[in-house]
């Protein structure tokens, strides 16, 4: 079992910069691949980046990739989300979540996650 708090959310202007953390907490953080997904009012969940458990490959949606980079420290059971160079368009709640196995497939990587944070919002004014 692994719990995840999300923080690190805000209202930011357009072209700031937030880092979003998440700290987990039970049995073996090191083993499990993690993400950072998101949901936009109105529009579908989506996973905007991806880590391996060591930490070593990642991957990112196209509409992110560049602006976000995603991170873990395994001695501190956390993982992070730098967001940079923000557009409206990024606002949504984003969750961390959990999985057993990473994969490089955003979708099937999303599908394979087990446990998932409660969220934090993120606000980008124009």
């Known amino acids: 079992q692994v719990q995840l708090v999300e923080s690190g959310g805000g209202l930011v202007q357009g072209g700031g910069s937030l880092r979003l953390s998440c700290a987990a907490s039970g049995r073996s953080f090191s083993s499990y691949a993690m993400g950072w997904l998101r949901q936009a009012p109105g529009k579908e969940r989506e996973l905007v980046a991806g880590?391996?458990?060591?930490?070593?490959?990642?991957n990112y949606k196209d509409s992110v990739k560049g602006r976000f980079t995603i991170s873990r420290d395994n001695a501190k059971n956390t993982v992070f989300l730098q967001m940079n160079s923000l557009k409206p368009e990024d606002t949504a709640v984003y969750y961390c979540?959990?999985?057993?196995?990473?994969?490089?497939?955003?979708?099937?990587?999303?599908?394979?996650?087990?446990?998932w944070g409660k969220g934090t919002l993120v606000t980008v004014s124009s």
């Open positions: 979540a959990a999985g057993r196995f990473y994969y490089s497939d955003l979708g099937v990587f999303e599908d394979a996650m087990d446990y």
């Open positions: 880590i391996s458990w060591s930490g070593g490959t990642t």
